[in-house]
Nanobody, 119 residues
Framework: QVQLVESGGGLVQAGGSLRLSCAAS????????MGWFRQAPGKERKFVAA????????TYVASVSGRFTVSRDNAKNTVFLQMNSLEPEDTAVYYC????????????WGQGTQVTVSS
């Protein structure tokens, strides 16, 4: 069992940057792959980025590749999403998620943090 709490959202102008954090409870953080998803108003929640349990493998949706960077600090039970060159289309609620290594389902979710990018 793991509990996730996101922070770092806010309002930023287009071209700006934000860094999201997701703090996880428990002592087995390194047993989980971690992911970031987002949900824009009136749309389905979609995958943004993921990082393997060791941090050795990262994956991004094409629309954020080169602008966003996912990282993790297993000693601090925290995963980050550095977002640069933000665009109005990045406006959404961003969710942190965890899945047990070796599984495909994202079984644990945070409450979300709002990111708003103004033009």
């Amino acid at each position: 069992q793991v509990q996730l709490v996101e922070s770092g959202g806010g309002l930023v102008q287009a071209g700006g940057s934000l860094r999201l954090s997701c703090a996880a409870s428990g002592r087995t953080f390194s047993s989980y792959d971690m992911g970031w998803f987002r949900q824009a108003p009136g749309k389905e929640r979609k995958f943004v980025a993921a990082i393997s349990w060791s941090g050795g493998k990262t994956t991004y949706v094409a629309s954020v590749s080169g602008r966003f960077t996912v990282s993790r600090d297993n000693a601090k039970n925290t995963v980050f999403l550095q977002m640069n060159s933000l665009e109005p289309e990045d406006t959404a609620v961003y969710y942190c998620a965890a899945r047990t290594v070796g599984t495909v389902e994202w079984g644990y979710w945070g409450q979300g943090t709002q990111v708003t990018v103004s033009s």
